[in-house]
């Protein structure tokens, strides 16, 4: 039987839980973190709400492999993840159609610079996998295990992957100071 009366408070000892019991209960309890992270992701509500549902969607479809305590919401987020991966997949599809069309219908125009602060401009500079994990660390406060439990890789793959990207975001930083006293914005 899922140990329920840790993620639930109104369920006690020898009540009969159900598999809708026990996803009310993880709903209940996770809801709040895999809203943060789904909100820390996406460009716009619709999107969040999109990452928020497919992943409880899962959870419902699959209650009986969500695992017990702290390690349901280490398989949340890894589902939040997965369903992020295929929604970014989806968005580079149309993105890919819409410069290439956009490309055939408009003349060219001189592109304005972009406003990012350099902290930003580092950080998107990074490449995916550094910056997901660098998020995972940073903004959901998981550490090298609970990172490694999300991305499906061993907490030694993680933990050198969080230190190889702390370096390249230490580096990156550097390179967007230096650019910016070279243009004199000092």
């Excluded at 003349?107 to 990074?126: I, N, Q, S």
């Excluded at 090298?144 to 439990?149: E, H, L, P, T, Y």
């Amino acid at each position: 039987m899922p140990d329920i009366y840790r993620v639930s408070g109104t369920f006690r000892q020898g009540d009969p839980v159900t598999h809708r019991d026990r996803f009310e209960a993880v709903y209940d309890a996770y809801y709040p973190a895999i809203h943060q992270y789904a909100a820390r992701r996406t460009g716009s509500p619709d999107d969040t709400a999109d990452v928020i549902s497919e992943t409880f969607l899962t959870a419902w479809r699959r209650i009986g492999d969500v695992p017990e305590g702290e390690e349901a919401l280490l398989w949340l987020y890894g589902v939040a993840r997965r369903v992020l991966a295929n929604q970014q997949r989806g968005e580079f599809r149309r993105a890919v159609l819409t410069e290439r069309l956009r490309a055939e219908l408009a003349a060219d125009r001189p592109v304005g610079p972009v406003d990012l602060d350099h902290v930003r401009a580092a950080f998107d500079g990074l490449p995916e996998r550094d910056r997901e994990v660098l998020a995972l660390a940073c903004w959901e406060g998981l550490t090298s295990q609970q990172i490694a439990k999300v991305t499906g890789c061993t907490a030694i793959a993680a933990r050198t992957r969080l230190h190889r990207a702390r370096k390249r975001m230490a580096a990156a930083l550097e390179r967007q100071a230096s650019l910016t006293i070279a243009m004199g914005e000092a």
